[in-house]
Nanobody, 123 residues
């Protein structure tokens, strides 16, 4: 069956960096566009980034301010999110998701979701 497994979250101090990973299985990874979303307590799920199936096109949410970088390695069925200069407002559960065809910012159009990884930014 399809699985998306995120990792790399944790507790980090403000200004620090993290690299999140999402390993996919059960489907042809390179045939799907991929995205990252996050959800903070009491808030709606928020679009972070999207990458095309080849990795040649990326799109980012307005809130990331150039500090996030999405990438993928199709040979290893893995999606990444590099996050730099973390701020406390970035505290949330981060999810990866896959879609065959979708509007990148629309969570409802993604076909598969991971279980999420917690990122906490605090001193």
């Amino acid at each position: 069956q399809v699985q998306l497994v995120e990792s790399g979250g944790g507790l980090v101090q403000p200004g620090g960096s993290l690299r999140l990973s999402c390993v996919a299985s059960g489907y042809t990874f390179s045939d799907y566009e991929m995205g990252w979303f996050r959800q903070a307590p009491g808030k709606e799920r928020e679009f972070i980034a999207h990458i095309s199936w080849s990795g040649g096109m990326t799109e980012y949410g307005d809130s990331v301010e150039g500090r996030f970088t999405i990438s993928r390695n199709n040979a290893e069925n893995t999606l990444y999110l590099q996050i730099n200069a973390l701020k406390p407002v970035a505290t949330a559960v981060y999810y990866c998701a896959a879609c065959s065809i979708c509007r990148p910012t629309n969570a409802s159009e993604y076909d598969y979701w991971g279980q999420g990884t917690q990122v906490t930014v605090s001193s």
